[in-house]
């Protein structure tokens, strides 16, 4: 018991998890999931490669059940799951993710779609003659040898790779802290690279960039953007687009169709085509009328049929935009150097590629060297021993057992051990004179390679030669023509919204209550007379518009409320539709004053904004535009300087089309008239300037007039006046202005509302009691400016009047303006 106790320590949790944490992590980062800079490989790859080649599992052997492959490599190297195992060797055989694959396989590999291969137990698999490449020269001591993990067998810590395998099959892979994503290369490119480093050491990037244009993806594809490429090959980390290759073809009856025959790299195809089909049938584009997946042995193929007269290239942007038709592709190229995890751009990972085979060439030099010359010794043993071969035999006949014969062969005859046992191991048929010749030949030809190998081991040129020759044997071999396009700007994507949003005509309607909504023109027709609309709202506006116009909705707080036309939602005429406030929030008092349609916010437009404490201003169209928060949010288009202030009126203004003048009432029967370039045109968050010198009075309304135009004017107390505009003379802003009704000491009238009068148009008088009462102006007498006009609404029985607005005449065209 107290030798137990002795036994347990007490340590702060902290430690403990910071201790075993480093030590997993450290695991999983050099054991696991990044690949080494030398030869390209994570550990489970490497294993894999070399059990099979010890297995003699070669190209040019018969293929082999890919679960016996898999037992092996778990059995005698990496203790871990068969599926992990059996995964890595899939993906080395698969020539959609691996530019060159290392593994040849039977049976179902996989596929572009992501579907899973077939069991181990039903493919078949060898390595392919590129892993070769990889493993050549392994049992000349090239690399280092470990002890497994039962110490049973040795296992490389490093392949010889013979071919810069980490930039041309690329990884990918995460760890503890650390991610890599290296893409694949064309490996005539890489190794034309290397082989400039060898001949030109420490290269500049661009000089490498003249070989190593870009990545070279097993799928093809178009790269764009040479600036991310230049960053990421000099740091290790950058941003490129890879986008699909496509062509529109005409079909018949004026149709098109997208084809496209290449993806961007690790795109799920199977995915890409269902996402696209899923655009087609939530219509999110009108256009496209079917999507089909023609791949077949010929290679990929997906055909996007378009509708008839549809603007195929801007279908083709909002796929691209909106699928995995492009992609941005990341690179983060982290692999592990001299035992740690690193960030490598280009010519880092190429020099420590060269370094590396310097060093393979160096270690299979001194072990062939060391063959040589052992076996130019046992040769030279030989050839004495045959020079004197009587002696020989009678000294070996004189010999008790082979033990005494060799050591009197050393003894006598001046022998090394080695030499002395390979001649008592003589066979007699070595004893012919032809033996003699073929050993004198081996004798030369063992001292013209040893003169070789020191001279590569002494002469770091020669060394570079021998490296360089045998880069460029494999560049012959496997060299292909590059597969990715590269491009040196990324295209921007401009989608037309003529594209996402079929045009059609609707009748849109917009109440003062703040009520929204969009119907067919057949729905309108069918119930012209019911808008839907609750008693006692009125529609501030009423009209036709296409489905790609703007609404810009105004309330009397400073509020602009915007939406595109094919946002709003589609309800039946006789319906109330959406109210505004379930997506902003309005105050209670707050109503809708007006609402225009925009075509575009290009336009040359402008509104002119007044509020009832006496400031005004003009806000261009543009200023206006929303952000990417106008279906939360609303925009200021007048900031309110007083608590309880409200905007009386917004009009829309054409700078070359607009009257001269302005007019401006207050309730309390002052009119006040000057030019319109007297209002500056400010920014939507700006009050404005002063419109008229109020006092303790208010702005009741303001329209725009030309000296011939005649204004109607209704009062608190019912009675509507007809007059000239061009009795209130033209002054200048901020002044009083002129009356424009008659001061009364008991129950004085006080301007309600004014409007420009026309001869096709009646008013119509909206009373506190929600009655509407219809004036037709030409029908009463112009008055002078000191006239309180005529009684022609009684306010016991109708109610007091609240606003007035114009009705046209005509019983066809209703519209609210």
Known sequence: MADNQSKIQELALEDIMGDRFGR?????????????????????????????????????????????????????????????????????SQNWKLRVPLIEMHGNNGSIDNDPPAAMRYTEARLSQAAEEMLQDIDKETVDMVLNFDDTEYEPTVLPARFPNLLVNGATGISAGYATEIPPHNIGEV???VLYTIKHPDPSLEKLMEFVKGPDFPTGGI????????????????????????????????????????????????????????????????????????????????????????????????LLKNTDLQVSYNFNMVAINKLRPERMGLKPIIQAYVDFQKEVITKRTQFNLQKAEARLHIVDGLIKALSILDQVIKTIRGSKDKKDAKHNLVERFDFSEKQAESIVSLQLYRLTNTDVTELKTEAQQLNESIAEFNQILNDPAKLSRVLSAELRKVKKQYATPRLSEIQDEIEEIKIDRTVTVPEE?????????????RSSLRSYK?????????????????HELSTLDHLLMFTNKGNLIYRPVYEITEARWKDTGEHVSQTIGLADDEIILKAYDVKNFKQPINFLIATDDGYIKQTALQDLKPGRTYRKKAITYAKLKKQGAKVVNVVQVDPKTAPATILLASEHGYGLRYDLVEIPTVGPRAAGVKSM??????????????????????????????????????????????????????????????????????????TSRGLVHDILPMEHPLNERYSNGSFVIDIDSEGNPLSMRLKTLDPAVNEAK
């Open 526 to 542: 069918a119930s012209a007379d019911e808008d839907g609309l609750k008693d006692g709202d009125q529609p501030v506006f009423k």
């Open 24 to 92: 997993y992590s450290k695991y999983i980062i050099q054991e696991r999931a990044l690949p080494d800079v030398r030869d390209g490989l994570k550990p489970v790859q490497r294993r894999i490669l070399f059990a099979m080649n010890k297995d003699g599992n070669t190209h040019d052997k018969a293929f082999r059940k890919s679960a016996k492959s898999v037992g092996n490599v778990m059995g005698n190297f990496h203790p871990h799951g068969d599926s992990s195992i059996y995964e890595a060797l899939v993906r080395m």
């Open 693 to 766: 010198d109020l006092r303790d009075d208010q702005v009741a309304n303001f329209v725009l007039v030309n000296d011939e135009d005649q204004i109607g004017l209704i009062t608190n107390r019912g009675s509507f006046k007809r007059m000239k505009v061009s009795e209130i003379s033209v002054t200048s802003r901020a002044r009083r202005g002129v009356q424009i009704l008659r001061e009364l000491k008991k129950e004085p009238h006080r301007v309600v509302d004014i409007a420009v009068v026309n001869e096709h148009q009646a008013f119509e008088v909206l």
């Open 223 to 318: 790269v764009q953007g040479r600036d991310g490429l230049k960053q990421a090959y000099k740091t290790g980390r950058g941003r490129v687009v890879v986008r699909s290759r496509t062509a529109i073809e005409q079909l018949r009856g004026s149709k098109q169709q997208i084809r496209i025959t290449e993806i961007p790299y690790e795109v799920n195809k199977a995915q890409l085509v269902k996402k696209i089909d899923e655009i087609r049938v939530m219509k999110k584009i009108d256009g496209i009328a079917e999507v089909r997946d023609e791949s077949d042995r010929e290679g990929l193929s997906i055909a996007i049929e378009l509708k008839k007269d549809v603007d195929a290239q801007g279908v083709l942007n909002y």
């Open 505 to 517: 005509q609707v009748m849109v309607l917009v109440s003062q209550a703040g009520y929204l909504k």
């Open 191 to 193: 190794i034309d690279a």
